[in-house]
């Protein structure tokens, strides 16, 4: 690591230090630290056009604010953003828009999230108290280089964002970003390179000729274990490139971009025959200290076969964090509510009344409701967390799963269920990838159908058998599911086991629309329409 990279981690550390300790400082004081937040952001809405029209007044306590205002979701903003976007206003909330981060859901539809200047103070809170708390807990990860995943935007979307390197560091403070760019170890302007295949063939030159990486942040753990296996694929022409410093072919498409140099590297990759093992990635990455990915719910399997990849390193898993805003993060073992970024209500899972944060109970299951400074007002998110303790006066959670469900034919299974069937199954060594529901199941019919990964050699046969009895019978304990199944407007659950599930999961999902980043492993998906190919002429067998 160079002198640029030590003197970037010293002079990080000492500016979120501060941000820790404020974290930590204001513990005891939730409710007034919460309605000053309400307040700041009443303050910024009443002055907008839009706010002016909805008649938000910035003396409003939090229980006026409820009492006027409704619960959201993106469709109350997609048609006033589509205006705010082409005509360069600020009409949601009066603070200027940074940029436009696109996300998606589990559909192919693209939301447009304002960044506004009082989002990105917000998400600066938090950024700056967990990696303040980082450095804290893991500070060998000082020593090295730092990875943060980029948010990949699709090839045909890059027009789109122009200007925006879609880079995660850009949620910190302009001079924090200054910072951790110096502890980096891969240029953001990998953002910039032709195409997605380009900027991830960038991304693993510069990871792999890192010796001294030190902090690997991924989202998904499944975008980790892809960009590994990737790795494998590319490995001789990451070779040549890295034993040239040159990029070959792909250089006209780099925008300028140098390619890093590494003889070490080359050699490691020419003498691997690709095969995902922990020794390889041991002596790729020697100084590797922290890996971190989403490890709850669906994710938790995937984040196990990627933590197995590096076991030479700490895991820390994620907090709860969308495009849209953040409800928790990663801090001392714990994942506490944000409560110096957002203002934020939940709805309880259970009887549907709408609380704050102070009024939470241990063992409660709540859905987050976050009001933002992009302008997002009582937005409604799709999770379900459930109070497992506190941080003084600040609620800490767990991540049970999505809260939108399925309802092919009244059946109405949420995707809590879906997650609590899946870990039920002995599944042994394979993994699950996802419960689809299906229009055309079996017999062109509505039913479920479990996407399974498991090893070349497994007797697939079996396996499918076996685990689509399993999944049937634990379905039938849904009696909505079971009513459904009785009156003939259901197919029986079906299992679809392949060694390369994920993959196949993924791309399905890329065709659909879905951005990259956002990409992952859900435990119930509807997918609309025609069935793909490569899972009809299996699923077609099964039934037969």
């Not at 909330?93 to 559909?107: E, F, H, K, L, N």
């Amino acid at each position: 690591m160079g002198a640029s990279h030590t003197l970037g981690h010293h002079l990080l550390k000492l500016l979120v230090a501060p941000g820790r300790r404020r974290f930590e400082r204001h513990l005891g004081e939730l409710e007034s630290i919460q309605r000053a937040r309400l307040s700041r952001w009443l303050s910024a809405a009443s002055n907008s056009p839009e706010g002016q029209r909805r008649g938000i007044r910035a003396d409003w306590s939090w229980e006026e604010f409820a009492r006027q205002q409704p619960v959201t979701a993106y469709s109350d903003y997609a048609e006033l953003l589509l205006q705010q976007r082409e005509r360069k206003q600020n009409l949601l909330i009066d603070s200027p828009v940074m940029r436009y981060q696109p996300t998606s859901g589990s559909t192919s539809a693209v939301k447009w999230i304002p960044y506004t200047k009082m989002f990105l103070d917000e998400l600066d809170q938090v950024i700056t108290a967990w990696v303040g708390d980082l450095y804290r807990q893991f500070p060998g990860q000082a020593n090295g280089t730092h990875y943060w995943s980029l948010s990949w935007i699709p090839t045909d979307m890059r027009g789109q964002t122009a200007g925006d390197i879609n880079d995660d560091m850009k949620m910190l403070s302009w001079g924090k970003r200054l910072l951790a760019y110096l502890t980096q170890a891969a240029p953001q302007e990998i953002a910039l390179a032709e195409t997605s295949d380009d900027s991830l063939f960038a991304t693993l030159a510069y990871l792999v000729a890192d010796e001294a990486l030190g902090f690997i942040s991924v989202w998904s753990p499944t975008f980790g274990l892809g960009l590994l296996e990737q790795m494998g694929r590319w490995r001789e022409e990451l070779a040549e490139a890295l034993s040239r410093g040159h990029w070959g072919s792909r250089t006209s498409h780099m925008a300028g971009l140098p390619c890093p140099q590494s003889p070490r590297a080359a050699q490691l990759l020419r003498e691997w025959n690709g095969a995902m093992n922990a020794e390889f990635f041991a002596k790729l990455w020697p100084q590797l200290a922290v890996l971190s990915a989403w490890d709850t719910a669906a994710a938790a399997p995937w984040a196990q076969k990627l933590k197995s990849l590096m076991p030479h390193a700490n895991f820390q898993g994620k907090g709860l964090w969308a495009t849209e805003g953040v409800v928790t993060f990663p801090f001392q073992g714990r994942y506490p509510l944000s409560y110096l970024s957002h203002f934020y209500e939940f709805q309880d899972a259970q009887d549907g009344r709408v609380l704050a944060p102070w009024q939470l109970r241990e063992g409660q299951d709540v859905i987050p409701i976050m009001t933002t400074g992009s302008g997002f007002a009582r937005y409604k998110m799709s999770d379900v967390i459930r109070v497992d303790g506190h941080l003084g006066q600040v609620p800490c959670f767990t991540f049970l799963g999505r809260n939108d469900g399925v309802d092919l034919v009244g059946e109405k299974i949420s995707a809590t269920t879906a997650q609590q069937v899946q870990d039920s199954l002995p599944l042994d060594n394979a993994l699950p990838v996802t419960l689809l529901a299906l229009d055309h199941s079996t017999h062109q019919s509505p039913g479920y159908v479990l996407l399974v990964e498991c090893a070349p050699e497994v007797n697939r046969t079996t396996l499918q058998q076996a685990l689509s009895a399993q999944l049937e019978k634990a379905l039938l304990g849904n009696f909505h599911y079971k009513l459904a199944r009785e009156l003939g407007q259901l197919q029986p659950a079906a299992c679809i086991a392949l060694p390369h599930m994920r993959e196949i999961y993924l791309d399905q999902c890329r065709l659909r629309g879905m951005i990259e980043g956002n990409i992952k492993i859900e435990p119930l998906r509807h997918w609309r329409g025609e069935v793909p190919a490569v899972l009809r002429d299996v699923l077609d067998a099964v039934a037969a």
